[in-house]
């Protein structure tokens, strides 16, 4: 009989820490307003909005060893028609504004001095591609970079996907703690899936002492201020979005004979909230 209420206790208090939870998630929910977002509706073959994107050009390696160059041009970045942005990474030889030859191109689009964002949450509907050398990303650097640098600025990302297509990969980036360094978490898809197999949500919610990293709503890694255990926390001020395809570099490693071209990331919105109680 004992064991019996202890059980029914046991499964009370369980019942109780999951509706909490439930009611804590919606709640996260509920009171986000829409601050800023690119629904990417424009025409087939029409360039990103230029009110709110700037197409970076040029390359360099860009502190990691990638082979692109990214360009302007329609054939690396353009709307589909159909309510996607498109960034394609291709195999062909371009004579960057350098004035160095390179085998590849890409599309890098940043909002700097267009749109930055403080807290709330950031949100990217995507469609990652896959093979070996590829590296999509959807990220956040701070305002302040040109001023102090990076990692200085802080950098937050939201997505890269490299080598396994089933896993995500969210990070923080500061100083002291940039690059191989950086904070970070995984969430991997279950079953083998591959996240290039469809469009994913990716986003953060962010707080002034946490950020919270999520795949489809689902959170799967949080950094803190104690977790940096006494190292600058520089997520207090605001920070731009990019989006884009590198080719090769220090973490995918560079294309072999299985990487197929072109390579193509869809992006169906970008969206930033802010919290209606913050």
Not at 73 to 86: A, F, I, K, Y
Not at 169 to 186: E, K, M, N, Q, R
């Amino acid at each position: 009989m004992y064991t019996t209420i202890i059980v029914i206790a046991l499964v009370c208090v369980l019942a109780g820490l999951l509706l909490a939870r439930s009611r804590r998630n919606k709640n996260r929910s509920s009171d986000l307003i829409l601050v800023w977002s690119d629904e990417f509706d424009g025409a087939a073959e029409s360039p990103p909005d230029a009110t709110k994107w700037t197409c970076e050009v040029g390359g360099g390696g860009f502190g990691n060893n990638e082979l692109e160059t990214y360009t302007s041009h329609p054939e690396n970045v353009c709307h589909d028609g159909r309510g996607n942005l498109v960034i394609t990474a291709r195999k062909e030889t371009l004579t960057g504004p350098d004035g160095i030859k390179r085998n590849y191109t890409s599309a890098r689009l940043n909002t700097l001095d267009k749109f930055d964002h403080k807290y709330g949450r950031v949100e990217g509907r995507i469609k990652v591609p896959a093979g070996k050398g590829m590296w999509p990303a959807f990220w956040m650097m701070g305002n302040d970079i040109a001023k102090i640098g990076w990692a200085g600025c802080g950098e937050i990302d939201l997505m890269e996907v490299v080598e396994d297509a089933s896993v995500n990969h969210g990070t923080v980036h500061g100083p002291g703690y940039s690059g191989a360094d950086g904070i970070g978490g995984a969430y991997k898809l279950p079953d083998g899936k591959k996240l290039s197999d469809d469009f994913h949500i990716y986003a953060i919610d962010w707080e002034p002492s946490a950020i919270h990293f999520s795949v489809d709503g689902n959170v799967y890694f949080s950094v803190r201020t104690a977790d940096l255990k006494g190292k600058h926390w520089v997520y207090d001020h605001p920070f731009f979005i990019l989006l884009n395809v590198a080719v090769g570099g220090n973490w995918p490693g560079n294309p072999d004979d299985t990487t197929q071209f072109p390579q193509m990331m869809l992006v169906d919105y970008v969206r930033a909230y802010k919290r209606a109680n913050a």
